[in-house]
């Protein structure tokens, strides 16, 4: 159950408009994600979250975009955010994920969250050779 509720003719105003408009151009498609809707509430918040989500997601960088999706699920599933999973996972399917790279993905997430809780049970020190400020910079 949320718990704000998504705003009425939320393109009536005029910052959410432009907003919707900008995701709806960006994306190549005339759906607002549910997310967006209830960000809606607060304009100055949607403007805010949907120029950095632009920035990161939707502009060229150095990670691929299917790349970028892969690590937001992966990151959803850690922060335990089904929303997220499930849009991201939508929106890595249709930048090509295949079932196979989507099973891979989630045996190296179920791997991670496995070997990050033991680690963090024995609290095990980092080794020397992980610590970029242990090891001479040979650069």
Known sequence: ???V???SQAETTPRVKVVFD????TRGSEHINHFWRYLAFDPSLL???WAEVKQVMATPSALDPLTKEL???AVSVANGCGYCVHSHTAAARAKGMSAAQHADLLAVVGLAARTNHLATALQVPVDSAFDRDAVPDRS
Do not use: L
Request: glycine share 0%; net charge neutral; no cysteine.
């Open 1 to 3: 159950m949320s718990t």
């Open 5 to 7: 509720k998504p705003v």
């Open 22 to 25: 900008d995701i709806r151009a």
């Open 47 to 49: 403007e805010a979250t």
């Open 71 to 73: 690590i937001y699920i």
